[in-house]
């Protein structure tokens, strides 16, 4: 199975990170297509763990040829103190390449990111303060900078002021703040040109020729497809394709390539930041998955959102990217918990929903509609098998799987690489 692509089937920090470090020993490419350093990616190898930003998970994996597509926005200084953090910690990343196509993100992106946010005030999006929202508008607006650009000073320059014209009225008129140099962005991009040159290729073209080749590659999603620029709760969203698609804009790949779509879903819900978020918990259950769960976002220190799981954006998710797997993760967070209310349609003022509204406001006045599963006291941490699981614990699963759209083919039952309950073969 040569092309396989894994997504967040909720609003991120589903354990994309765990999955594909999972998947790492078995693929000879992976493939990160959209987003930037927003992501947090938390990998627990041994007694080591590691947080990933902007680099694919699948960087930790001996071996595997990592790649940042085309679809992503480049931090250059947040990729080099990466690169420092996991070279100081013997691990080898001289394989990576980035697309010469990727965008850039530089200093005054993340500057309007926290400026647009102040300005928004109730209406902020509650970003990671990245530049990635500016980043990519200017990918749109055509007026981005990209990574082939670092190597010619001259068109360096004429694309920076093309990219500040407009940018320094708002800055200075609207937003009352100094205006951007270009001299100061030019330097500071230019400072990291002779590095990056080696890594950048052109990566559409390496990876369908590892393709023709039978390489095994897997695509990395940032995000998740409730946070995806089209498919996502809008505006509460990041500005990506995080959701299967985007793995073929992102890369350049054919969507004829693709074999295989793993979706990543937690047993129950999170979210950080705002927008509606139907099954999230207020009260003491909220603030006991959150600490059991440990959930604090690994980019920004925010405590996450939590609630029950929501069989309505599992369909969801397995609608619109196809999914063929599901990968569910942290049911040992729900061990001791007495009931375990599943989420599974909404009622918008009186009507049922059983599948996402199309209406934004219906989504967000939907009152979720639970079914509730009794719960179990077993320590799960150990299982390996199904049959290891407590019999409440696998009729969970047996539910979960029943109404979500898609066959469960993996389980996780803690951090730790070896604590899964593997079900179907991911790459066959
Ligand atoms: P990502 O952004 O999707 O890669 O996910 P994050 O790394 O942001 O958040 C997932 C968190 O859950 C990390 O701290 C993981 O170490 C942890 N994790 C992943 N799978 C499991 C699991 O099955 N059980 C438990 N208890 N933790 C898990
Ligand atoms: P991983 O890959 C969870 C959220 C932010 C904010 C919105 C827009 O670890 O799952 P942005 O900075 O992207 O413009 O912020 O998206 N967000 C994430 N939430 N996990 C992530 O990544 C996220 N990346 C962005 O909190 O609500
Ligand atoms: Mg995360």
Known sequence: MPAVVLVGAQWGDEGKGKATDLLGSRVDYVVKFNGGNNAGHTVVIGDEKYALHLLPSGILSPGVIPVIGNGVVVDIEVLFQELEMLSSRGVDV???????????????????????????????????????????????????????????????????????????????????????????VLEELLAYADRLRPMVANTPLVLNNALDEGKTLLFEAGQATMLD???????????????????????GIGPTRIDSVIGVIKAYTTRVGEGPFPTELFDETGVYLQTKGGEVGVTTGRARRCGWYD??????????????????????????????????????????????????????????????LPGWEEDISAARTLADLPANARSYMQFLEDISGCRISAIGVGPARNEIIPIHNLLS
């Open 94 to 184: 001289s394989k990576l390449l980035v697309s010469s196509q990727a965008h850039v993100i530089a200093s005054f992106h993340r500057t309007l990111d926290k400026v647009t946010e102040r300005f928004l005030g109730q209406r902020r999006i509650g970003t990671t303060g990245r530049g990635i929202g500016p980043s990519y508008a200017d990918k749109i607006n055509r007026v981005g900078i990209r990574i082939a650009d670092l190597f010619d000073p001259k068109i360096l320059r004429a694309k920076i002021e093309g990219s500040l014209d407009q940018k320094n009225h708002l800055l200075v008129k609207v937003y009352n703040r100094r205006a951007v140099e270009v001299d100061a």
């Open 229 to 251: 620029i089209d498919h996502g709760t809008y505006p509460f969203v990041t500005s990506s394709s995080a959701t299967a698609g985007g793995a073929v804009i992102g890369s």
């Open 311 to 372: 069989a309505v954006i599992a369909r969801y998710a397995s609608r619109i990217n196809g999914l063929t797997d599901l990968v569910v993760t942290k049911l040992d967070v729900l061990t001791g918990l007495e009931k375990i209310p599943v989420c599974v349609a909404y009622n918008v003022d009186g009507q049922r929903f059983d599948e996402m509204p199309d209406n934004q406001s219906d989504f967000h006045h939907a009152v979720p509609i639970y079914d509730e």
